[in-house]
């Protein structure tokens, strides 16, 4: 078991007494990325100015990649295969598309912790509370942000990535979030050194032989974000900017 100090920082991180509960909204169909950053800092600004309730927004984005601040230009290894987006979260690139569940968690960090890397551990154990409920140990490491999962039938100390994060926190709200590997083409990522780690491969849900739908998932996700960060209001799918009154 590798031992790691995030653990120690992984506890309920629910919002002052008194707080109303996290909206949990779902888009069906596929999102294009500049819409949803567009969202999501609108929704940020609303959240900080205390005009709207913290939000997590679960959607699926036409195959892409993303840049984050400490992306690597070396790391994009096929530049031309699919979009490629500069994003203001952490991280280096990533890719995003069809069967892979993303999460973008709206936060106030005033309301509840405003310590960043509780924040991460408590997206990590969402994660890992979620892998659990199909019979998967995720588990973190302390070299690097994400979920892995141990992968014996490919060698001794073989491991594959299933979840990403990535964040960004404007006036302590957070925006951006997680992504979970449910059944994406995995050979998308092959455009990319995902995270800038070479040594290991990714996975998804499917891929590890769970043959579980969208649905389903979001079913698990939202009950494992209650247990960590509390009470959620299943709302509408979002307006998106240009997408009527």
Not at 232 to 239: A, S, W
Request: aromatic share 8%; hydrophobic share 40%.
């Amino acid at each position: 078991m590798v031992s790691n100090p995030r653990d120690s920082l992984t506890a309920r991180f629910h919002a002052e007494p008194g707080y109303g509960p996290v909206d949990w909204a779902i888009t069906d169909g596929l999102v294009g990325y500049e819409e949803a950053v567009a969202f999501m800092e609108a929704r940020a600004e609303a959240i900080a100015a205390g005009q709207a309730r913290e939000m997590v927004w679960l959607l699926e984005h036409p195959p892409l990649y993303t840049a984050g601040t400490s992306a690597n230009a070396a790391d994009l290894v096929d530049p031309d295969r699919f979009p490629v987006h500069q994003t203001g979260r952490g991280g280096q690139y990533t890719y995003h598309g069809p069967g892979q569940r993303v999460a973008y968690v709206m936060l106030d960090l005033r309301r509840r912790t405003p310590d960043l890397r509780r924040y991460v551990a408590a997206l990590e154990a969402w994660i890992i509370a979620t892998l659990d409920a199909f019979n998967i140990r995720g588990e973190r490491r302390e070299d690097r942000v994400g979920v892995w999962v141990r992968r014996p039938d490919k060698g001794e100390t073989a491991e594959d990535k299933i979840a990403a994060i990535g964040i960004r926190v404007r006036r302590w709200v957070t925006f951006h979030g997680i992504s979970l590997n449910v059944e994406p083409d995995l050979t998308h990522f092959s455009g990319i050194v995902p995270c800038g780690v070479t040594q290991h491969g990714v996975t998804s849900l499917v891929d590890l032989g769970i043959p579980v739908t969208m649905p389903e998932v979001d079913a698990v996700m939202r009950r494992a974000f209650e247990g960590i960060f509390g009470p959620t209001l299943q709302v509408g799918t979002p307006l998106l900017p240009g997408h009527g009154a």
